[in-house]
């Protein structure tokens, strides 16, 4: 139960606080305090990354955050609207997937992957249509 080492080192090289839990075959990557970009309710939640057997070689598919998010003005971000519990906490549902061939095996990982999901927050807090 545990990151591939590439991972867990990008982690610990940027300071990046987290655990690594099992839940249901997937390993659970918690990332407390994340930073949100601007145009949300809230400056930071944690991020959940439920990352499945055989990553990095096998997309993950969504994330989770807690506290959950809406814009700032109020509104709903798309597609979140749906509440997970997973490790004994409820957690805001993003879903967002990979089309196919957008993963890239042998390349993409936790770091990749969090770029993206920084990339889609930005976008969906800007209204811009996916």
């Not at 867990?8 to 659970?28: H, K, N, P, Q, S």
């Not at 967002?96 to 993963?103: I, L």
Request: net charge negative.
């Amino acid at each position: 139960m545990s990151l591939p080492p590439a991972d867990a080192a990008f982690l610990a090289d940027r300071g990046i606080a987290y655990t690594v839990e099992m839940d249901a075959g997937m390993i659970c990557v918690v990332l407390p305090g994340r930073p949100v970009p601007p145009g949300y309710n809230r400056a930071s939640v944690d991020l959940l990354l439920r990352l499945p057997p055989g990553f990095p070689d096998v997309a993950p598919d969504m994330w989770w955050v807690d506290p959950a998010l809406v814009l700032a003005d109020g509104r709903p971000v798309e597609a979140t609207q749906l509440t997970e519990v997973y490790l004994g906490r409820s957690w805001q549902r993003w879903s967002r997937h990979f089309t196919p061939g957008q993963w890239r095996p042998g390349v993409d990982n936790v770091e990749t992957y969090l770029a993206r999901i920084r990339g889609e927050m930005v976008r969906s807090a800007a209204g811009v249509a996916a």
